[in-house]
């Protein structure tokens, strides 16, 4: 069965601070992989995604994430932390084009910063 | 681009009452669009898939009666939330999907909707 997991319900790190989140799906073949992040009582926006190509995807707000097949990971990455980066983020896997298409979500991880 | 809006951004209402979200995509069309709920500090729950001009696909143990979904345009859904009673309080995101854009089946979401049933 598809699925998407987010080992980490909540991140505290430091304002400055590196940060990586992770990200594991379990999928038949290569899917599209998403990252979303969502401020509280708002959407869903979206940060970067991978298709296909380069495995390291830059996206907005300094983030980045790589793709990993060995690993069936795509774990998020920030050099540099700020205060405005707290926020729920939401690693989702969709499917091959074509017919009935969804995402599937993980859990999400909570992230505060500390200044 | 891939602006996606819901209205209104919240509600409150009495038991046994409807409610209408309506979900518009501002610039491009919808050829899909994507109706969650999303609990507190939870994940997101995909309810339904509407494609434009067709009946909505709804998820396993969704109510299709209680929750009516509507994709009369390619930039127009509307979510009904029937006889709403206070379980059905929630937080209501929809997305849109523009295949023609974008290949990889990108979700574009709107802010959301919080329902509050009294």
């Known amino acids: 069965a598809q699925s998407v997991t987010q080992p980490d319900i909540h991140i505290t790190v430091s304002e400055g601070a590196s940060l990586e989140l992770r990200c594991n799906y379990s999928?038949?073949?290569?899917?599209?992989l998403f990252w979303y992040v969502q401020s509280p009582g708002q959407g869903l926006q979206l940060l970067l995604k991978y298709f296909s190509g380069d495995t390291l995807v830059q996206g907005i707000k300094g983030f980045e994430a790589e793709f990993k097949r060995s690993q069936s990971s795509f774990n998020l990455r920030k050099p540099s932390v700020h205060w405005s980066d707290a926020a729920e983020y939401f690693c989702?896997?969709?499917?091959?084009?074509?017919?009935?298409?969804?995402?599937?979500f993980g859990a999400g991880t909570r992230l505060a910063v500390h200044p | 681009g891939a602006v996606v809006s819901q209205h209104p951004s919240w509600v409150i209402c009495k038991s046994g009452t409807s409610v209408k979200i309506e979900c518009r995509s501002l610039d491009f069309q919808a050829t899909t669009m994507f109706w969650y709920r999303q609990f507190p500090k939870q994940s997101l729950m995909l309810m339904a898939t509407?494609?434009?001009?067709?009946?909505?696909?709804?998820e396993q143990g969704v109510e299709k009666d209680k929750f009516l979904i509507n994709h009369a345009s390619l930039t127009l859904s509307t979510l009904t939330v029937t006889s709403a009673h206070p379980e059905d309080s929630s937080f209501y995101i929809c997305?849109?999907?523009?295949?023609?854009?974008?290949?990889?089946?990108?979700?574009?979401f709107g802010p959301g909707t919080r329902l509050t049933v009294l």
């Open positions: 989702a896997v969709g499917p091959l084009s074509g017919g009935y298409n969804k995402l599937i």
């Open positions: 997305s849109a999907r523009d295949r023609f854009r974008d290949r990889e089946d990108t979700q574009y």
């Open positions: 999928y038949g073949a290569t899917p599209y």
């Open positions: 509407s494609n434009e001009g067709s009946k909505a696909t709804y």
